[in-house]
């Protein structure tokens, strides 16, 4: 079962717009974290946003916040006042607790493309 | 290092011949992770490490990949005779042990082509 889903493969925005790039999640762990990595075109992984299951409130970094729905088990990232800079490859992903060395497990990724 | 650092960057190899990544992880990090991305979508997990010992080795193709940390040398991963499938970008990563706040850096991966 995929334990981490991103169901938007592109996305499109126009700059200076706000924009939420959804990821939902399945996980039996009670102690789990959520992240979000950007991968631009040249390749590396950028470290975004990191989303606690016992954090009360939702991550913001920037112009990066994390809307942290738990019952939902949605982790949905929203970029602010888009640039195009932010046009990359986003990867939502989880890390839990109990698994064998909290290994990261990756959704398949949302292309987002930011138009001027 | 502040960085997790990976080496080389590119390297191009013919079928059958071996394939030999490195990486060195944050400094106090405890944790080594092995990635293969192929075509920019799905990362699939190949082996993780706690200091010199596996820790978790269920995504790894054991008849061709094998992987060490060994105590004050940078981590490896090899591949015996590769094959054209094997052409990905291999990243590694570290971490201190999963809790509260303990992220996950990525090295900028090395690129290997299998021609």
């Not at chain 1, 959520?34 to 939702?58: A, H, R, V």
Request: aromatic fraction near 12%.
């Amino acid at each position: 079962a995929q334990k981490i889903t991103q169901t938007q493969p592109g996305m499109f925005v126009q700059e200076k717009e706000a924009v939420t790039l959804d990821c939902t999640y399945d996980t039996s762990d009670p102690s789990y974290g959520l992240f979000w990595y950007k991968q631009p075109s040249s390749g590396e992984m950028i470290f975004l946003i990191y989303q606690g299951s016992y954090d009360q409130q939702n991550a913001t970094e920037g112009r990066y916040s994390l809307n942290f729905q738990k019952a939902r088990k949605s982790a949905n990232l929203v970029i602010s006042a888009s640039q195009l800079g932010d046009s990359a490859m986003y990867f939502c992903a989880m890390r839990e607790r109990s698994n064998q060395g909290g290994k990261l497990i990756f959704g398949q990724g949302t292309e987002l493309s930011v138009k001027p | 290092g502040e960085e997790v650092a990976q080496t080389p960057k590119h390297l191009v190899r013919g079928e059958g011949q071996k394939a030999k990544l490195y990486c060195a992880p944050i400094k106090g990090h405890s944790y080594v992770f092995w990635y293969q991305q192929v075509l920019k979508n799905e990362f699939k997990f190949l082996i993780s490490f706690q200091n010199e010992n596996v820790f978790d080795e269920t995504g790894m193709p054991k008849e061709r990949f094998s992987a060490k940390c060994l105590p004050n040398s940078p981590c490896s991963l090899e591949i015996q005779a590769t094959k054209l499938e094997d052409s990905a970008v291999y990243f590694c990563a570290s971490s201190q042990p999963p809790g509260a706040g303990n992220t996950i850096y990525f090295g900028e991966g090395s690129w290997l082509t299998v021609v």
